[in-house]
């Protein structure tokens, strides 16, 4: 989650919804390898849906809320939806393969498919145009603002929705700029000595990043409210199992607020955290945080026995090159 808003979807958090007037929503969602027996779908002005699954493995609910921009859950992911008036909408996907497999069939559902497409787009031009020289990078970026903007104009969708996205698109474009200045300032440090960090320890008394020389040190930067944080969570636990005994230390930095922080002990007791769990003295201001560039989280971020960064943007937990890349270090 960005400091300012979330992203890596198609960036619409910050769009009202746009219908006034309530009208009936006939859904359902037929998944496979779920992550959960129920599923939610959330709106502005306090909207929430919860839908259980059924004898038959099937999501099914009818409900009334305004025409707009919604988001779907599992527990685990989640992806931007479009309600409107009438609307018969049949979801099919596979949660292992979350973005890719989402597919509406039935009335109404254009407005969703081009969201779950325009999703995916997104999130492939970020693995891939980032990669770029800061030229090649820019002149990509406004052909992908040109051509999202031809595809939406010919598409059969309703008039507020299109409104609604061109301003989606430019807020992806000074996203995408703002975070390829960020990735380029983290490569930078490749290599570098870390920037250092003397945070108060959940077990007691204080962590500094020297106290882990020696070791490869894997730091999660992340807080209790962020969503995708806790998402993170599960996997790296399963890190943290599978890489016991191995010269590898596993990190988690809060940038809770220092108000929050009796919440965040509490959290990390009731979930059982484990690794070195640290509470950073400034939440998003603390110089480790600023130092690093980070504008979002959850950012990960992978330190040599030596205090030297291997990598200012690790890949997640979730993320099956994390392994490679630790396996190739440690064994």
């Not at 309600?83 to 597919?103: C, G, V, W, Y």
């Not at 199992?241 to 929050?260: A, T």
Request: hydrophobic share 35%.
């Amino acid at each position: 989650m960005r400091k300012l808003f979330v992203a890596g979807l198609v960036i619409i958090n910050a769009l009202n919804v746009l219908g006034q007037s309530k009208s009936q929503i006939k859904f359902t969602a037929k998944i496979e390898n779920r992550n959960s027996d129920t599923l939610v779908i959330q709106g502005r002005n306090g909207f929430k849906q919860i839908i259980p699954i059924d004898k038959k493995g099937v999501f099914a609910a009818s409900f009334d809320t305004p025409k707009g921009f919604y988001v779907f859950s599992d527990g685990t992911e989640s992806s931007n939806i479009y309600l409107k008036p009438n609307s018969e909408i049949n979801l099919t996907m596979n949660a292992k393969q979350f973005d890719e497999t989402i597919i509406y069939k039935g009335k109404g559902v254009n407005e969703s498919n081009f969201l779950a497409q325009q999703a995916l787009k997104d999130e492939k031009f970020q693995e891939a145009e980032f990669k770029l020289e800061q030229d090649g990078f820019v002149a990509a970026l406004d052909e992908k603002l040109k051509k999202d903007t031809e595809a939406l104009e010919k598409g059969d969708f309703d008039p507020e929705f299109k409104t609604a996205l061109k301003q989606s698109f430019e807020s992806f474009h000074q996203y995408a700029s703002e975070e390829y200045e960020r990735a380029s300032k983290a490569n930078k440090l490749a290599g570098k000595p870390s920037p250092e960090f003397d945070y108060e320890n959940h077990k007691g008394g204080k962590t500094k990043l020297a106290d882990l020389k020696g070791k490869y040190v894997y730091i999660d930067l992340w807080a209790t409210w962020c969503a995708p944080c806790r998402a993170e969570i599960p996997y790296l636990q399963k890190m943290e199992e599978k890489y016991h005994g191995k010269n590898i230390e596993f990190v988690s930095i809060s940038i809770d607020k220092l108000k929050d922080n009796e919440k965040w002990k509490k959290f990390v007791t009731d979930k059982n955290l484990g690794g070195i769990q640290l509470f950073a003295d400034k939440d998003w201001e603390s110089e480790f945080v600023t130092k690093y560039g980070v504008t979002g989280i959850p950012r990960f971020i992978l330190i040599d026995p030596k205090g030297n960064v291997v990598n200012a943007d690790a890949s997640r937990p979730s993320d099956p090159k994390l392994e490679i890349q630790l396996n190739s270090l440690l064994n």
